[in-house]
């Protein structure tokens, strides 16, 4: 059997490119950085697959300059925000994701933000690495409990469940907003409340988690209007995508001090963090880590690998997009 001609974008696990270099004919990244556009796009001319990142575009005019060969973009991510899927279905390329293999560590990176938050977490290790600790005090960094609080999940998918189960031992009540209900006996698990009406649920949220993926329809979801929504005590989490909130809007809330704080793992234009951010004491910001454990990355490449092969092999691609 032939092997496919690979094209991988960013450098990937260990694992995952000695697995490739058994099964393919397949080029790597030569460092842990994307490999040049002009690069690309020249080995795009000659390759049956190309393996980009969710933080790598593939975009309209590279899907052009691709060759015949071409027949797979096989993204390292869920999202598919990165890759103009319209362009790669008139072209026939198919693409594929790595659903699934990342929940569990993305809804902990979650909760991680909203502790950190609820209990000002990142101010007060500043504080300390600066010196300016003086001891305890009944009075010195007061954060704000879990328990009994409300927490409205945005997106009730794999991670808004697997963070519902989560917040839900911490004593926490759920609310949740879905394109449609989930299951009666999963809501019955997790004594989780549907709340059709999004405006509504932030009304009476303390904290707001969005897991809901990015496209025209969620672009600032979360704009103005909505913040201008929440309580002041309440905070937001992003571990989605950064274009799901209006960055600009949530930078002049979180200066108004209209509401109590932020956690982001996710920016609007990354690697790029807005240094209106980076100033601020009432938000945490975490590099993207929302799958960053070894254990995650590479069920990730091998999910990449298994496409693949599935496409050398003639069979069904497992994880479809178009």
Not at 71 to 78: E, Q, S, T
Not at 244 to 269: K, M, P, W
Not at 305 to 311: D, F, H, K, R, S
């Amino acid at each position: 059997m032939a092997r496919m001609k690979v094209v991988v974008a960013r450098k990937l696990p260990d694992a995952v490119e000695a697995r490739m270099a058994a099964l393919f004919d397949a080029a790597f990244a030569p460092a842990d950085a994307p490999l040049p556009r002009e690069a690309l796009m020249e080995a795009l001319t000659d390759c049956e697959v190309v393996v980009p990142s969710v933080a790598y575009p593939v975009d309209a005019n590279l899907i052009a300059a691709a060759g015949a060969r071409l027949k797979l973009i096989a993204n390292f991510g869920v999202g598919v925000d990165n890759i103009d899927v319209a362009a790669a279905r008139a072209r026939g390329i198919a693409v594929t994701n790595t659903p699934g293999v990342l929940t569990e560590d993305t809804a902990d990176i979650a909760l991680a933000l909203i502790l950190m938050t609820a209990r000002g977490l990142g101010r007060a290790e500043r504080t300390l690495r600066a010196g300016g600790w003086r001891g305890w005090s009944p009075t010195d960094q007061l954060g704000t409990s879990l328990t009994g609080k409300r927490l409205a999940i945005v997106g009730m998918g794999r991670i808004g469940t697997a963070l519902a189960a989560r917040a839900r031992a911490l004593g926490m009540r759920i609310d949740y907003h879905n394109r449609s209900r989930v299951a009666p006996e999963a809501e019955a698990a997790l004594q989780a409340r549907f709340r059709p009406d999004l405006d509504a649920m932030l009304e009476d949220a303390d904290f707001v988690s969005l897991h809901s993926p990015y496209s025209p329809a969620t672009h600032h979801l979360i704009d103005g209007r909505r913040l201008a929504l929440l309580r002041p005590s309440a905070f937001l989490i992003n571990t989605a995508r950064g274009a799901i909130v209006d960055e600009g809007a949530l930078i002049e809330t979180l200066r108004a001090g209209s509401i109590a704080g932020a956690g982001l793992d996710v920016y609007a234009n990354e690697p790029h963090v807005d240094p209106r951010l980076m100033a601020l004491e009432n938000v945490v910001l975490l590099p993207h880590l929302g799958s960053a454990t070894v254990e995650t990355r590479t069920a990730m490449g091998m999910k990449v690998v298994e496409n693949i092969l599935a496409l050398q092999e003639g069979r069904s691609l497992p994880d479809l997009v178009t």
